[in-house]
């Protein structure tokens, strides 16, 4: 059955980055892409990106871009999000989900910003 | 970007009676392929998302048949036959017609 599992919950410092990982199973990874979306608490989803799990090519949402680089392993079927110079507003909760149509979601990887 | 608009925002129902929510883009998602990318998800509390629907009224598996979805062009409803206590959360639409994707606000449904 195909999953989504993601890295643990992180707290880190204002300006500091953040690596969450997305590791996949279940299905050949290189034949769909890894979304990734952000649901700050109490808040609605924003989609952040795309990567693909062929060629690693991606597609950021502006809001985001120079801030996020998404990468992929396929060696491991592992996507990854990193994002740089977090802010306080970026506390949020981060979700993986296969390919454009989002058919499977990871569980969630809590990020707080704190001083 | 194409903005998703939901309505109702909250949406109080009784057990066993119907529910339904509307979601409205600011553009066609009628692709040049000639589908139409609107996707429902549910997502109850403390849950990540699950999708319910792809292209507007297929239902996913495990889906229980009481939820329906439908529309085309613009407007698209997600119906609930008969609410179950299950069916508590906030329901997203999301297109993914047009490039980035984006979601409409979500629907809280709960039980009066």
């Known amino acids: 059955q195909v999953q989504l599992v993601q890295s643990g919950a992180e707290v880190k410092k204002p300006g500091a980055s953040v690596k969450v990982s997305c590791k996949a199973s279940g299905y050949t990874f290189n034949t769909y892409g890894i979304n990734w979306v952000r649901q700050a608490p109490g808040q609605g989803l924003e989609w952040m990106g795309w990567i693909s799990g062929y060629n690693g090519d991606t597609n950021y949402a502006q809001k985001f871009q120079g801030r996020v680089t998404m990468t992929a392993d396929t060696s491991t079927s592992t996507a990854y999000m990193e994002l740089r110079s977090l802010r306080s507003d970026d506390t949020a909760v981060f979700y993986c989900?296969?390919?454009?149509?989002?058919?499977?979601w990871g569980q969630g990887t809590l990020v707080t910003v704190s001083s | 970007d194409v903005v998703m608009t939901q309505s109702p925002l909250s949406l109080p129902v009784t057990l066993g009676q119907p529910a339904s929510i509307s979601c409205r883009s600011s553009q066609s998602l009628v692709h040049s392929d000639g589908n139409t990318y609107l996707y429902w998800f549910q997502q109850r509390p403390g849950q990540s998302p699950r999708r319910l629907f792809y292209?507007?009224?297929n239902r996913d598996s495990g889906v229980p048949d009481r939820f329906s979805g439908s529309g085309s062009g613009t407007d698209f409803t997600l119906k609930i036959s008969r609410v179950e206590a299950e069916d508590v959360g906030v329901y997203y639409c999301m297109q993914g017609t047009h490039w980035p994707p984006t979601f409409g606000q979500g629907t809280k449904v709960e039980i009066k």
């Open positions: 292209k507007v009224s």
């Open positions: 989900a296969r390919d454009a149509h989002a058919d499977y």
